[in-house]
């Protein structure tokens, strides 16, 4: 008669019995990925929202040409003169206090409507930067939008001088404009 090998039965009956435990850690394991996605997926339309919130306001503050406009997005948004800070603390204090003098003058003849005034300002900047070979295309672009016949091109160039005297000065932009 042959024996039993109880053992080997004992493993193949094992076999057949789930393992509770490793059941249970592979459940965690999923709950905890699952809930990871959703943190991203939300994270990512919070993100997508404040993006378009930040479209929508800047576009505003660019038809507009308002101070207040400016001041309400530089407010709600404050990363974004965090964006311009770092060049401008590069330049010397003199160099700084030149381009916010110019630019000031820039922004107050466009604000009281002197458009050709500003467009002559900033047209002597933006050649005295060609002819240094630091040609701005970004001053370039203003000045074709106060030179437009177009006000809503005037209007948004206004206003992207006055966001960036807004990020450069904060507080005072508020109290001077």
């Known amino acids: 008669m042959a024996t039993l090998d109880y053992a080997s039965i004992l493993q193949a009956g094992q076999q057949l019995v789930p393992n509770i435990r490793e059941q249970a850690y592979q459940r965690e394991v999923m709950d905890f990925r699952r809930e990871q996605m959703q943190a991203q997926r939300a994270k990512a339309e919070a993100e997508a929202q404040e993006q378009a919130a930040y479209k929508a306001q800047l576009e505003e503050a660019l038809l507009s040409n308002n101070p ?8 709600r948004f ?17 160099q700084r206090e030149a381009d916010l003098t110019q630019m000031g003058t820039i922004y107050a003849r466009a604000q009281a409507q002197d458009f050709q005034g500003a467009a002559q300002a900033l047209r002597a900047r933006v050649e005295a930067d060609r002819a240094a070979g630091q040609a701005d295309p970004a001053d370039e672009a203003v000045l074709a939008g106060l030179e437009s016949d177009d006000p809503i091109q005037r209007n948004a ?3 992207t001088i006055g966001i960036q005297l807004a990020a450069l000065t904060g507080d005072k932009f508020a109290e001077t404009y």
């Open 68 to 75: 207040r406009d400016i001041l309400r997005l530089m407010a």
């Open 78 to 94: 404050p990363n974004m003169a965090d964006a311009v800070k770092p060049v401008w603390e590069s330049m010397d204090a003199s």
């Open 157 to 159: 160039a206004v206003a």
